[in-house]
């Protein structure tokens, strides 16, 4: 009987080593999965338009008189980013 019960303790025992080694495993792809499409955010920003309302005149845009201050990040090559996203992995 002791012996049964030492080896279904080594079992669950080896079992829980090998889930703890998947699991650190999947979470270190993950974060280096993340961190590559980070890096392809910094490199190749979503580039957007937007018109800040002006204050003063919130009307002005509709009738054509100048909308407000125009910000936004310059334009990439949508390509370029998709090939950087497209080189991330989550196998380092």
Do not use: K
């Amino acid at each position: 009987m002791a012996g049964q019960a030492r080896t279904a303790v080594a079992a669950v025992a080896a079992l829980a080593v090998v889930v703890a080694l998947l699991l650190l495993g999947w979470i270190g792809g993950e974060l280096h999965y993340r961190n590559c499409l980070a890096n392809v955010e910094l490199r190749y920003p979503v580039a957007y338009q937007q018109a800040a309302p002006n204050p003063r005149n919130p009307y002005a845009e509709q009738f054509g008189l100048g909308g407000g201050v125009e910000a936004g990040f310059a334009f990439h090559d949508r390509a370029d980013r998709n090939d950087a996203i497209a080189a991330c992995s989550r196998w380092p």
